[in-house]
């Protein structure tokens, strides 16, 4: 199914020589034909098995099984546009990344493309720098026969996603968006503080602030924390609840060390609204002289990899990153296992793990 390729050469005396070429020729690509002609059936019956209507024929399992061995054998891809204007879906999904930078949203990432292999499903991503909506960004979707959108971080009603919905898209976002009218799958942020408190309750620890930055997210724990402190008469201080408009580990570090520089008493520990605002706060207390957690003690929220790395080791939510990505890719994938009615919206627990930093 190859062709061979050639270069000419052309020495000083005029005389034309074909030689091999340098690159490598191009085969063209394996069709549903190839594959009958392969086993002696109809390209119908190829087409059919393929496009996951074996049942609707009657076609006999091994000669299923046959077919899609077969097909393996070939590298057979479907061609995406053939998919459309036959009415299948095109298993082309649409990922919107609002930071490529953020750590956490980098493990979702992952997550997404492992089941996007296993299930045959293709990803485009796109996406914002730095959380900046910028609806050019997104024109790489447009030029894709899209079967579902998947949002990867929180927000709120952007004009840019008006567009997929209007379409009849299925979109699910993964993390919050007050009001939504689309799919969400987040960790449960106010249980997930309540963790927290209660750890360091059980250390007895009764005076508490925070470090957060403008993430929405984030500022929702920060809400969480102030509600969940002032009920259990503990005492946070609006001079240690701090919101830096940077983000990550710079929020951390400037946080804390405002918090530092104010004087006065301080809080015997310290909530960060992520793990990597959670490092700032750890490196602005060693350059201030407060040990962790003699002195005063750590909490993140996420569990990246490499918070058992940090010295010392932070306590963390752990966020059910595969059940996340699980949740979002199976309601796109499938969009006729979305429930009827309104878009659903679902919290998952996280997980309290408990190390050194607090």
């Known amino acids: ?79 995406a546009t053939a998919r459309i204007l036959r009415g299948v879906p095109s298993r082309t999904l649409g990922v919107v990344v609002y930071d490529f930078e953020d750590p956490f949203l980098g493990a979702l990432i992952g997550a997404l493309q492992r089941l996007a292999h296993r299930e045959d499903h293709t990803l485009v991503l796109a996406g914002f720098e730095q959380r900046r909506e910028d609806a050019d960004a997104l024109r790489p979707l447009v030029k894709h026969g899209l079967s579902g959108l998947i949002i990867v971080g929180s927000g709120g009603r952007e004009d840019w996603l008006q567009g997929f919905l209007a379409r009849g898209l299925p979109v699910a976002r993964i993390g919050t968006s007050p009001g939504a009218t689309h799919a969400t799958v987040a960790v449960d942020g106010p249980r997930g503080i309540a963790a927290l408190l209660a750890h360091l309750g059980g250390r007895g620890i009764r005076r508490v602030g925070f470090i957060a930055d403008a993430l929405p997210a984030h500022q929702e724990r920060q809400r969480a924390f102030a509600q969940q ?62 040990s962790v957690p003699g002195g005063m003690a750590v909490t993140g929220f996420d569990d990246l990899p490499l918070a058992d790395a940090l010295t010392p080791a932070l306590t963390t939510i752990r966020q059910p990153v595969g059940e996340l990505a699980r949740t979002a890719f199976a309601w796109v994938a499938g969009a006729d296992r979305l429930p009827p009615g309104d878009a659903p919206h679902v919290l998952l627990p996280g997980e309290l793990i408990v190390r050194e930093s607090a």
């Not at 609204?273 to 060693?286: C, F, H, N, T």
Request: glycine share 12%; with cysteine; net charge positive.
């Open 1 to 79: 199914m190859g062709s061979s390729s050639h270069t000419i050469e052309i020495d000083r005396s005029g005389a034309v020589r074909w030689l091999p070429s340098p690159f490598p020729a191009v085969t063209p690509p394996i069709t549903q034909k190839h594959i009958a002609s392969r086993l002696g059936v109809s390209v119908t019956l190829v087409s059919r098995v393929l496009g996951g209507k074996a049942d609707e024929i009657g076609a006999a399992a091994a000669t299923v099984a046959s077919i899609r061995q077969t097909a393996a054998d070939l590298g057979y891809v479907p061609n």
């Open 229 to 290: 402190a002032a009920k259990l008469g503990w005492e946070a201080r609006p001079e240690w609840c701090v919101t830096r408009p940077e983000a990550g580990v710079a929020a951390g570090w400037r946080g804390t060390r405002e918090l530092l520089g104010r004087g006065g008493e301080r809080p015997e520990a310290l909530l960060a609204a992520g793990d990597a605002i959670a490092i700032g706060v750890l490196r602005a207390l060693q350059e201030g002289g407060v």
